[in-house]
């Protein structure tokens, strides 16, 4: 029997996670399953889940680890049997720590991109609100300016995508995410890409995921490489 392949992938704003983590879905049939869409999708259909995470974003509060853990390894117990790609997930070490508790990652892909980079993403980012889609208009921009490629919706700027506001989200991510980094790393999982082109840090991604995969699915019998 197939071993199953469970990752996750994580990175600053800004720092192409979403475009990477669809090219690996897509080109290695893994279930994709980001925190962000599940959540805006949880509370469109005013689901039980919907309904908890809705009354933090409304007092714009951060959803509480322990209710982010719960609602996300529920959906994990929905993708039993499956191989699958977090993002979003998990992003503190309390979060991480939960997620172990019930299965042990392969591989966590971690994207070091440098602060220039990411402000000048992140002044070009746009997003449609209701579905969570990303534009840039320096290499995604939308068909027709300021409107959602299919629902013709406005776009809008988030307040923290700003320069003026970037450089604190920036430290906070790094503040939270060091302890995650370190755990996978003392777990021998980390794998870390640096850059500042997605398309240039993507043949690596994908050639170290060939590696694995085909490994485990395959016959599950070689040994792994080492990060």
């Known amino acids: 029997m197939a ?8 990175g600053p704003p800004g720092s192409g996670k979403g475009t990477i983590s669809q090219r690996i879905a897509q080109k290695f049939g ?9 959540l805006r999708e949880s509370i469109a259909a005013n689901t039980e889940a919907g309904v908890l995470v809705k009354s933090y974003v409304e007092r714009s509060m951060l959803v509480p680890d322990h209710v982010m853990s719960r609602l996300m390894l529920l959906r994990l117990e929905q993708l039993t049997g ?3 790609l977090l993002d979003g997930f998990p992003r503190t070490i309390a979060q991480a720590k939960a997620l172990n508790n019930i299965c042990q990652l392969d591989m966590v892909i971690s994207l070091n991109i440098p602060y220039e980079t990411l402000r000048e993403r992140l002044s070009d980012r746009w997003i449609h609100p209701a579905s969570g889609r990303v534009y840039n208009m320096g290499f995604n921009p939308p068909r027709v300016q300021g409107r959602d490629d299919v629902s013709g919706e406005p776009l809008i700027q988030h ?7 970037l450089l604190a989200r920036l430290r906070h991510y790094k503040d939270v995410a060091k302890p995650v980094i370190d755990l996978y790393k003392s777990q021998g999982v980390l794998y870390q890409f640096s850059g500042t082109d997605t398309n240039r840090i993507w043949p690596y991604i994908s050639s170290l995921l060939s590696t694995k995969i085909p490994t485990q699915h395959l016959d599950g019998c070689q040994p792994p490489i080492q990060p």
């Not at 071993?3 to 994580?10: D, G, N, S």
């Not at 307040?159 to 506001?165: I, L, N, Q, T, V």
């Open 30 to 38: 893994l279930q994709y399953l980001s925190s962000g869409h599940f």
């Open 82 to 84: 499956h191989s699958w």
């Open 3 to 10: 071993k199953l392949f469970r990752t996750a992938i994580m």
């Open 159 to 165: 307040a923290d995508d700003r320069p003026e506001a």
